[in-house]
T-cell receptor
Framework: QKEVEQNSGPLSVPEGAIASLNCTYS??????FFWYRQYSGKSPELIMS????GDKEDGRFTAQLNKASQYVSLLIRDSQPSDSATYLC?????????????FGRGTQLTVWP | GAVVSQHPSWVICKSGTSVKIECRSL??????MFWYRQFPKQSLMLMATSNEGSKATYEQGVEKDKFLINHASLTLSTLTVTSAHPEDSSFYIC??????????FGSGTRLTVV
């Protein structure tokens, strides 16, 4: 079983702060990495995908990937109460873009006004 | 964008009965569909992978005779929970891979077995 580990949380930050979410994975051949946001009772929605080492920015979100350290993170700048959700790190297996996803347990984020 | 329509959104059934969950890809062909189960406060756990026109592949520990998967067309995959019991109560989610575009998830089905 491939392992995807996330910082346990819960994480609580004030509105406007930076929220930092971390994830490590065990399978070195993994090539595709995803961050999903999941509100309670809803299915996950894609926030960011990243495939190459380095940073990828999309609005207030920045994903960082370090394949040598098998580490991927998500930074949320100017956090808003609407960002309060569980964030799931997902890694696809066997290096295929069509392969199954392995999910971490999720980090619950609360942004308080 | 690509949409996977999942129905029903929620269902309550009596113990011992069967429940069918459908996932339809609305604007693309889904040759593969992943079926996940999520218990409260836990992450998504893959149950099985269905492929159009062939038998599903089940993860270790998942009973294939209890969780019947059918993927008879490129736009429809179904999961039938047979002889459901209270411990099968969970949130079931389907997901179709979209290559570099990631994965499209259905909206999920909340199953409660009483």
């Amino acid at each position: 079983q491939k392992e995807v580990e996330q910082n346990s949380g819960p994480l609580s930050v004030p509105e406007g702060a930076i929220a930092s979410l971390n994830c490590t994975y065990s399978d070195r051949v993994s090539q595709s990495f995803f961050w999903y946001r999941q509100y309670s009772g809803k299915s996950p929605e894609l926030i960011m995908s990243i495939y190459s080492n380095g940073d990828k920015e999309d609005g207030r979100f920045t994903a960082q990937l370090n394949k040598a350290s098998q580490y991927v993170s998500l930074l949320i700048r100017d956090s808003q109460p609407s960002d309060s959700a569980t964030y799931l790190c997902a890694v696809n297996g066997r290096g295929s873009t069509l392969g199954r996803l392995y999910f971490g347990r999720g980090t619950q984020l609360t942004v308080w006004p | 964008g690509a949409v996977v329509s999942q129905h029903p959104s929620w269902v309550i059934c009596k113990s011992g009965t069967s429940v069918k969950i459908e996932c339809r890809s609305l604007d693309f062909q889904a040759t593969t569909m992943f079926w996940y189960r999520q218990f409260p406060k836990q992450s998504l756990m893959l149950m099985a992978t269905s492929n159009e026109g062939s038998k599903a592949t089940y993860e270790q520990g998942v009973e294939k005779d209890k969780f019947l998967i059918n993927h008879a067309s490129l736009t429809l995959s179904t999961l039938t929970v047979t002889s459901a019991h209270p411990e099968d109560s969970s949130f079931y989610i389907c997901s179709a891979p979209r290559g570099r575009r990631g994965y499209t998830f259905g909206s999920g089905t909340r199953l409660t077995v009483v």
